[in-house]
């Protein structure tokens, strides 16, 4: 930007940017930390679920991090940009939102993939016990395929 636009930044905002500019590679990582748990999630029984779970909060946590690192730096040359009388503009644009798009998602990915994983344990012991038979009383039933079923009327 100072060879471009002959903007002046000061010693400050030069070892802020260079500082913030090393963080970046937290980008790629955090993708790919994403799409880990993507495939974990797909194939994956209780125990895969719980893990995918589990990088997908470290994910989750990293795209914060991202997500902050990202508006600081660009935020900083923003205000450089548009303070110094040089009739540039810069602004947010679509990267930092679909950054922000990505940290919500991943949130409630995270939350959707625990939960399923319990839901499905959950319903794999109801499942169990109505195959086998049981009722509430502790009578037994014969089970019938929705095919199978007549109609009283």
Known sequence: MEGI?????????IDTSKALTRVMILHPIATGLA????????GSGF??????AAVAAISWI??????????????????HVNSDGSGSH???SVGMW?????????FFGTFIVLFTCFSSRMHRQNRTTKEAGYVN????TTRRHFWQRRSRY
């Open 98 to 106: 679909t950054i922000l798009a990505a940290m919500i998602l991943l």
């Open 90 to 92: 810069a602004y947010f």
């Open 137 to 140: 009383n502790g009578t037994t």
């Open 5 to 13: 636009d002959q903007t002046t930044f000061t010693t400050a905002s």
């Open 35 to 42: 799409f880990i748990a993507f495939l974990l999630a797909i």
């Open 62 to 79: 990293i795209t914060i991090i991202v997500m902050a690192t990202d508006f600081v730096a660009f935020g900083i040359i923003k205000n």
């Open 47 to 52: 125990c895969g679920a719980n893990f995918a």
